[in-house]
């Protein structure tokens, strides 16, 4: 993995959240945009890329891009004290992965990185402001959901507890918390009985 930002103590102190999810992961450090394209030329395994946007060399979203033109397979998620809606959902509009504000409390950012590992993107609550109402339904359609989401809402119908769900898809129980916790979201409800409720009314099955 790649921790790049150009302050030493942001970096050591993402390794340390990182070490907590493997400990024997491979960190490696960059201070700027160059030192990320050096190191993917020359690093053994990719599993992910944390950008600083704001570091020298960034450009912007073009740093963004440019690192996902060399490595397109491996996810790439923006790091920013920057956390207006309109800056996530561009750096999301540009490929990244996810983004993470460096205001983020250490469990919150262990959840985050989870998710982008197992796949999936990350995206903050503010950046997700548009009401219901402005997307025609307040039930979102398979499309709306991640390909993660749609197969945890399936197994949400059949009745499956957080565990069992965990299970099936091989992941982590709080990995299946966070995706409820979207799913919630994204279908105005608070609890897995209001949603399955609403999904079933909607024509949903499993």
Do not use: C
């Amino acid at each position: 993995m790649i921790v790049a930002d150009d302050h030493a103590l942001i970096r050591e102190l993402l390794e340390r959240q990182l070490k907590e999810l493997d400990a024997d992961v491979r960190v490696y450090h960059a201070g700027t945009l160059q030192q990320v394209l050096d190191l993917i030329r020359t690093a053994e395994r990719l599993d992910l890329i944390l950008l600083d946007l704001r570091m020298p060399g960034m450009n912007g979203f073009a740093g963004l891009q440019a690192v996902l033109q060399k490595r397109s397979d491996v996810p790439v998620a923006i790091l920013s004290g920057q956390v207006d809606p309109q800056t996530i959902r561009e750096a999301l509009q540009a490929g990244a992965a996810g983004y993470l504000p460096k205001t983020m409390r250490a469990g919150s950012m262990l959840n985050a990185l989870r998710l982008i590992l197992d796949g999936e993107r990350y995206v903050p609550e503010s950046a997700l402001t548009t009401p219901a109402a402005e997307t025609g339904s307040a039930v979102p359609g398979a499309a709306e959901f991640s390909k993660r989401e749609r197969e945890v809402t399936k197994l949400l119908i059949r009745g499956q507890t957080n565990k069992e769900i965990a299970r099936d898809l091989q992941v982590e129980e709080v990995t299946v918390a966070l995706h409820l916790r979207s799913i919630y979201r994204k279908l105005a409800v608070r609890n897995r009985t209001q949603a399955v409720r609403v999904l079933i009314e909607r024509g949903w099955d499993s």
